[in-house]
């Protein structure tokens, strides 16, 4: 089946812990990106990225880094300089086309 | 940046009612919208999507929306509302989203 995999669905750590959300696809799509979602704020664009090996900030990018090494993984790092990580996080990607997005079933991070 | 508004964040209507979930776009160049539903702890899913193939733009699940540049709006609706159909809906130009509408359908 083609699709979006987040893992894992639930995540606790520590405060001061960095971790890293997991984000694959094998719709062979190009673009990729991490929202952040709190409640009554809709999604907020934290990374992006078009092509292989290269990415670009979205609105809240601070405390948060990615890397893009293959076409079909985008992995998340929520380091300790992120002040409030707590959230509901959800990757998308994005084929040619009109510009429709595809979701995973979304992480969501509890940091305690 | 493009940008789209969600007017209200919660909109409640009684099953079989009209439902109506209101979206007005920033843009000088009619863009690419979408609208997607989300529910409880899930990613979200394609409702719509307006490319300018044509204003009145049907989708899944019996909803369908109209673009009026005149109005810069995309408003989402549905004649008769399912309980099915609770949810978030978010209006997009990507990759904005608005800040979505929680629909509650009453019996």
């Known amino acids: 089946d083609g699709g979006i995999t987040q893992s894992p669905k639930y995540l606790f750590r520590k405060e001061g812990q960095n971790v890293t959300l997991s984000c694959e696809q094998n719709?062979?799509?190009?673009?990729m990106y991490w929202y952040r979602q709190d409640p009554g704020q809709g999604l907020r664009l934290i990374y992006y990225?078009?092509?292989?090996?290269?990415?670009q900030k979205g609105d809240i990018a601070e405390g948060y880094s990615v890397s893009r090494e293959k076409k079909e993984s985008f992995p998340l790092t929520v380091t300790s300089a992120q002040k409030n990580p707590t959230a509901f996080y959800l990757c998308?990607?994005?084929?040619?086309?009109?510009?429709?997005?595809?979701f995973g079933p979304g992480t969501r991070l509890t940091v305690t | 940046a493009q940008s789209v508004t969600q007017l209200g964040s919660h909109v409640s209507v009684s099953e079989g009612a009209l439902v109506l979930l209101r979206c007005n776009y920033s843009s000088s160049v009619p863009p690419y919208l979408f609208w997607y539903v989300q529910y409880p702890n899930q990613g979200l899913q394609l409702l719509l999507k307006?490319?300018?193939?044509?204003?009145l733009v049907k989708g899944i699940n019996g909803f369908e929306a109209e673009f009026k540049k005149s109005e810069t709006s995309f408003h989402l609706t549905k004649p008769s509302a399912h309980m099915s159909d609770a949810a978030e809906y978010f209006c997009a130009v990507r990759p904005n989203f608005g800040q979505g509408t929680t629909l509650q359908v009453k019996p």
């Open positions: 307006y490319t300018s193939a044509a204003t």
């Open positions: 990225s078009q092509i292989v090996n290269d990415f």
């Open positions: 998308a990607s994005e084929g040619a086309g009109h510009g429709e997005q595809y």
């Open positions: 719709l062979n799509h190009d673009a």
